[in-house]
């Protein structure tokens, strides 16, 4: 049995240990907000930030959350107020086929927060998601923008 704190709620989960956190998170818990892309950590579409970390949730077996706080994109807003990265998401019109971006927002509210005046550069070092529509020129104004709110 998995005890999980999710977007500060605790959950017990039925799972064998070594099961993917993204799966326990959709399949178990029902918070598909976080997609599967590519199953090896590398597209950044099931980011979920982990003690405040972003985390690429495919690779984590659940037995290594264990007292951790896990957030996922249906948490980061509170009490349905957008955060000022997803309302310069709204803003920027940045998704097209939308299917990347809450692992894309997660990973910028994790950079904003440890670096809240971001470079160009620091951006192109920390986001490292793979959007297929090529909204990255959107991405990086909605990153600034957010920055400056």
Do not use: F
Not at 45 to 71: E, F, L, N, W, Y
């Amino acid at each position: 049995m998995a005890s999980l704190n999710v977007n500060g709620k605790s959950y017990q989960a039925e799972v064998d240990p070594r099961t993917p956190l993204l799966w326990v998170l959709r399949d178990t818990i029902g918070l598909t907000g976080t997609k599967y892309g590519c199953g090896i950590a590398q597209c950044g579409a099931c980011t979920v930030h982990i003690d405040g970390v972003a985390t690429r949730s495919c690779q984590v077996p659940v037995s290594s959350t264990t007292g951790k706080q896990i957030v996922t994109i249906e948490g980061l807003a509170l009490n349905g107020v957008m955060t000022k990265v997803q309302k310069a998401w709204v803003d920027n019109e940045v998704p097209q086929c939308g299917y990347c971006q809450s692992g894309m927002i997660m990973a910028v509210s994790a950079l904003l927060k440890s670096k809240p005046k971001p470079t160009d550069a620091d951006i192109n070092a920390a986001i490292t998601n793979i959007c297929r529509c090529g909204t990255y020129q959107q991405v990086r104004e909605a990153i600034h923008m957010a920055a400056k709110a």
